[in-house]
């Protein structure tokens, strides 16, 4: 904890209706919330309320926090600022448990996708009942961590940090149209919402690949040291975290870059 009592952040999302930014604080196994006029502390859960928190989204009075490694979703609410029951998440692969990384909102379906890390395979969340809906395996993908979909929820891709490939899968049937490999562990995901395309975090190579929806490489963007996670502001524009490789690294490491993904 630094001087000003609050923690390290890792995910991030915008309650936009009650004016509050929303964060995980993965090292601290808890979240934070903040205001969105001033960024002051608005609360601090206690540390261990989310086994290793990763990725948030926040929608319609709620937010839905992936405890990592593990087959649940937290759900949390604006107006109470209290913890309700949690998602539980069961696995598509025989004898496997549901392990939570990355998070996506598919809005104007009403769903939010869910990557697995330890078992390579993605769930769908049902917003309208809070309960799991669906989930497919994503046979050719190794250690499955970041997940974008598009926001009518019929396009879904899951990133494969381990095999270094970002699947294009259908939603509906779990079939993988294409897998396309992006360069040295890949690790996030993001669809812009106007074009459909698709930014990917690259870590190794320092790089954002952008897709095509179907999958097809339009550009390779050399942003600085490790591409961390990355979101969209509905306006065109990507904004992508950098961790810093080493003490002292000007290579925008611990830094923020914008991208105009629209023309």
Do not use: C
């Amino acid at each position: 904890m630094n001087e000003s009592g609050t923690y390290a952040v890792h995910g991030i999302s915008t309650a936009e209706q009650a004016g509050q930014i929303w964060v995980s604080n993965t090292h601290q196994d808890t979240v934070a919330v903040y205001s969105a006029d001033d960024l002051s502390l608005i609360k601090q859960f206690d540390a261990g309320i989310v086994s290793h928190p990763r990725d948030v989204v926040a929608h319609d009075g709620k937010v839905y926090v992936t405890a990592t490694f593990t087959p649940k979703v937290h759900v949390f609410d604006t107006e109470t600022l209290e913890m309700l029951a949690p998602i539980e998440l069961s696995s598509a692969r025989r004898a496997k448990t549901f392990g939570a990384a990355g998070l996506s909102l598919a809005a104007d379906a009403g769903k939010l996708f869910v990557a697995s890390l330890g078992s390579d395979e993605f769930a769908v969340i049902d917003l309208a009942t809070g309960t799991q809906s669906g989930g497919f395996a994503v046979d050719g993908s190794k250690n499955t961590i970041g997940i974008a979909a598009n926001s009518d929820g019929t396009r879904v891709y899951t990133v494969g940090q381990n095999n270094d490939t970002v699947s294009v899968i259908d939603a509906k049937s779990g079939e993988v149209l294409r897998r396309v490999n992006v360069g040295a562990k890949p690790l996030n995901a993001v669809v812009e919402p106007q074009t459909g395309n698709v930014f990917v975090t690259v870590r190794s190579a320092d790089r954002v690949v952008v897709l095509s929806p179907g999958g097809e490489i339009l550009a390779n963007l050399p942003t600085g040291s490790l591409p961390n996670h990355l979101t969209q502001d509905g306006n065109g524009d990507i904004f992508v975290v950098h961790m810093a490789r080493r003490e002292g690294d000007a290579s925008l490491g611990n830094k923020l870059t914008r991208i105009s993904a629209v023309d």
